[in-house]
């Protein structure tokens, strides 16, 4: 017997169980629906004839009325339909007769009604109006009566016996929910304990199986299961102690087939263009490929830190410490990590990377480090940066003389402008600031690449540094209707500072400020002491920087997607490097929404 036929068969009973509740909740539900089919068929259809031939009796006696009152013609449009309705409603009432003591009053009704009828046919030949009135009030009226007292007499039979055969389907209904109750709680009990049981006879197999399966697991290749039986459970019984068995065979086995692995995980990483280096968590070469021989001049079992360049043994020990301390694969930052070794050939740039070489348990035992030949897109990088340098400057010739020009023609030196003259030239005029501060940009961008970045450092207390930034931004925060305040915490401390470069700094950042805040917004510029240091900083109030790129903002040529602002990109990147050269440090902390804090340092005389 299967596994699967097993665990259906130990459904059997809870399906039993709600079989058996569906066949009581069947019977329950055609007993409560055969009680109100029942009080529909018998009693609701003479309840609705009486009362329609009431209304119909009432239409006649108003015809009578007007008759009466001298309108034959409005009395006959209004008899002859509601006669034929009252006999309609009388016909349904006599094939519909249900109840105790309703044949009579049916009958009675009928009599009653021929009366009238009878009275009517002779109370509408007569012309005399006042022999109208009067036969009307001694003659039709109690006629009218009496039928009426007739068909409320039915109305009253079946009202009452709807009543009472109400009270026997609530009867039948509780006594038919507490049936239902009980066997629902026999039903579910009875299908749950047996199918529990069932289930649990048919899957004890699987606690052997488990234990067997701790047991290899923790070594015991003579640990089996021997489960008996032909289903499924048992046939992984069986192939789990084929497998204990071949484990304990392997296990005795030759080295051959372990030899004939190592030789094609060799071959694949000899394969490799690019030096692959396999290090234990001490430093030890655990394995080498064909181009790390080549290249370091290194084999598996030697001391490669001490034979290296010093600046590769550098980049390598920093790459094993990340993987080793347990903080995952190392990914370089950018280009800038490559290290460059001499060759044979020509110079090589190789950029490290590294991933982790984990134990049976799970533990750090080593790591992998590749290290990519960039040489080729180093000097891509370089073609790149010439390039742009190159653009640069011959665009700041012309530039100068455009600016120079839109001057003088905005001066009036060469005749008076027209105001819609002057709008394009100020216009044009904002173009040409934009795309010289670009300009600029790229030019400090060509430095700091070329590593031309210099500072010519000078003592300047921090409140001076903070109040030449004020007032080089004042102009631009009152336009954009925002405000700057101050705050130098004490004490006041002097800095290190190159004034032109670190002003060039405080642009961008307050800039930026500047264009993110919403009107009426406050940017706070704080400096304050810190160890060594005196940390600057620029709040804002505007809607933050998403999680995502954050790490990025400092990039070169990148701007966060949707934002407002001019420039390509270049601002907080030269002013991240130009922190750099004065021996400080720049980061950022924002939240979506909460506006953002950048922040860098400068070093106190003396200190640092």
């Known amino acids: 017997m299967t596994l699967r036929t097993k665990l259906v068969l130990a459904q059997l009973p809870l399906a039993a169980g709600l079989m058996l509740l569906g066949f009581v909740a069947l019977r329950t539900l055609d007993a409560l629906g ?39 013609d409005k009395a006959e449009d209004q008899a002859a339909p509601n006669i034929r309705r009252f006999e309609e409603e009388l016909s349904v009432q006599e094939h519909n007769i249900t109840e105790k003591g309703e044949a009579e009053a049916t009958q009675k009704v009928r009599a009653a009604w021929d009366d009238y009828l009878g009275r009517y046919d002779r109370y509408r030949k ?51 929910r507490s049936m239902l109750l009980l066997s629902t709680l026999c ?7 047996a199918s529990l049981w069932l289930t649990r006879r048919a899957l004890r197999p699987l606690q052997l199986l488990s234990l067997a399966v701790r047991s290899i697991g923790e070594g015991n290749l003579d640990a089996r299961a021997r489960l008996r039986g032909e289903d499924e459970i048992a046939q992984v ?4 102690d084929l497998m204990a068995d071949r484990l304990r065979e392997y296990r005795n086995s030759s080295l051959g087939e372990l030899l004939q692995a190592q030789q094609a995980s060799q071959a694949a990483i000899d394969s490799m263009p690019d ?44 790459v094993r410490g990340h993987v080793i301390s347990g903080k995952g694969s190392y990914a370089p930052h950018g280009l800038e990590e490559a290290v460059r070794i001499h060759a044979e050939g020509g110079d090589r740039a190789l950029l490290p990377r590294a991933t982790p070489l984990y134990s049976e348990q799970g533990g750090v035992v080593g790591a992998t480090i590749v290290l990519q030949d960039v040489t080729r897109l180093l000097r891509f990088d370089e073609l790149k940066n010439d390039l742009v340098a190159t653009v640069a400057h011959e665009f700041r010739t012309p530039l100068t003389s455009l600016r120079m020009a839109i001057h003088i023609l905005l001066e009036g030196t060469v005749g008076s402008l027209s105001d819609r003259q002057a709008d394009l030239l100020y216009t044009a005029r904002e173009d040409c600031e934009r795309l010289q501060g670009i300009v600029d940009d790229l030019l400090d ?114 701007r966060i997607p949707g934002t407002k602002g001019e420039g390509i990109g270049l601002g ?36 640092a």
Request: charged share 30%.
């Open 34 to 72: 055969r009680s109100s089919q029942r009080i529909l068929q018998d009693n609701y259809r003479s309840v609705l004839a009486a009362q329609r031939m009431k209304e119909a009796l009432e239409r006649v006696d108003s015809a009578a009325v007007f008759r009466a009152a001298g309108r034959p």
């Open 126 to 176: 007569l012309g005399d109006a006042g022999e109208l009135r009067r036969r009307y009030f001694e003659d039709m009226e109690p006629a009218f009566s009496r039928v009426k007292a007739a068909a409320d007499r039915i109305l009253e039979l079946n009202q009452d016996a709807i009543v009472l055969k109400s009270d026997a389907a609530q009867r039948i209904g509780e006594r038919n």
């Open 187 to 193: 039903a579910l009990g009875l299908g749950l304990f």
């Open 237 to 240: 019984g069986r192939e789990l």
């Open 275 to 318: 030096p692959v280096l396999v290090l234990s968590v001490d430093g030890r070469v655990l394995n080498v490929n064909h181009a790390a021989e080549t290249l370091l001049q290194i084999h598996g079992g030697a001391e490669p830190l001490a034979r290296m360049p010093l600046e590769m043994r550098d980049a390598i020990e920093k």
């Open 445 to 558: 961008l060509s430095r700091i690449q070329a590593g031309k970045v210099e500072v010519s450092l000078t003592p300047l207390s921090a409140k001076t540094v903070v109040d030449a930034a004020l007032a080089a931004k004042a102009d631009a925060a009152r336009d954009a209707g925002v405000r700057l305040d101050e705050e130098i915490g004490e004490p006041v401390l002097p800095v290190l500072v190159d004034p032109e470069r670190i002003s060039l700094v405080f642009d961008n950042l307050i800039g930026n400020a500047i264009r993110h805040s919403p009107r009426g917004a406050k940017i706070e510029i704080r400096a304050r002491a810190n160890d060594e240091h005196v940390l600057f900083e620029v709040q804002d109030q505007g809607p933050g920087i998403p999680p995502e790129y954050r790490q990025r903002v400092f990039e070169k040529f990148f």
């Open 572 to 607: 907080l990147y030269i002013s991240h490097e130009i922190v750099a050269a004065h021996g400080g440090d720049m980061g950022v902390e924002t939240a979506p929404g909460k506006g953002s804090r950048f922040w860098f340092t400068l070093r106190v005389p003396g200190r």
